[in-house]
């Protein structure tokens, strides 16, 4: 069965400061990979997703995610961290090949930014 | 993401009302799903439609009763809750199914609270 860890519950980092979020999941074969990101009281939004192809992903807001097949990881990263971006993000996994649309997510990682 | 709207935004009710929460998506899609995010755990994903019929239902209790009247629309009815279903119920969208998982569109929840 697939699982997502994400080991950090807390991170602060200044802002202006780069960021890395780290994912690791489980899962027999290659999965689909998601970063999401929820702002207090919102829903989910979609920063970038991994299907096949180029494992460097780009997304919104100046983000991008590496998939790493060896580490069965698939870390967040951003090069300079905004106020704006302090929220909590879920890294999830999906499995190819089902017919069910089940997306596993980790307990997610709340970013907050200093000044 | 205006594309999936959620109504009410915030409910309170006693574990005796009978209440219904509504999903609408304005993104053409096929399938849609509920969610449900409490304190300190993952999502957990509760119901699965594709073409308004039920794919999923991971062992949801029965005081929470959905309905797919078209492939815009998703209800959540609750009746008899208890103080333990008080969350986020989170709605969302995807193209299909194809491949097993489309990529997914949140509304921004409904914030639950039972007395």
């Known amino acids: 069965a697939q699982s997502v860890t994400q080991p950090d519950i807390h991170i602060t980092v200044s802002e202006g400061a780069s960021l890395e979020l780290r994912c690791n999941y489980s899962?027999?074969?290659?999965?689909?990979l998601f970063w999401y990101v929820q702002s207090p009281g919102q829903g989910l939004q979609l920063l970038l997703k991994?299907?096949?192809?180029?494992?460097l992903v780009q997304g919104i807001k100046g983000f991008e995610a590496e998939f790493k097949r060896s580490q069965s990881s698939f870390n967040l990263r951003k090069p300079s961290v905004h106020w704006s971006d302090a929220a909590e993000y879920f890294c999830a996994v999906g499995a190819r090949g089902g017919s069910q649309g089940n997306l596993i997510f980790g307990k997610g990682t709340k970013l907050s930014v200093k000044p | 993401e205006t594309g999936v709207t959620q109504t009410p935004r915030h409910l309170v009710m006693g574990m005796t009302n009978k209440k219904s929460l509504k999903c609408e998506q304005h993104l053409g899609h096929n399938a849609m799903y509920w969610y449900k995010q409490s304190a300190k755990k993952p999502l957990e994903l509760m119901f699965v439609?594709?073409?308004?019929?039920?794919?999923e239902n991971n062992s949801v209790p029965s005081r929470f009763s959905p309905e797919c009247p078209n492939s815009s629309h998703l209800f959540l009815h609750l009746h008899t809750l208890q103080p333990e279903d008080s969350a986020l119920y989170l709605c969302a969208s995807s193209q299909d199914l194809t491949g097993g998982v489309g990529t997914q569109y949140f509304g921004p929840g409904t914030r639950l609270l039972v007395l």
């Open positions: 439609y594709s073409l308004e019929e039920r794919v």
């Open positions: 899962y027999g074969a290659t999965p689909y």
């Open positions: 991994y299907f096949s192809g180029d494992t």
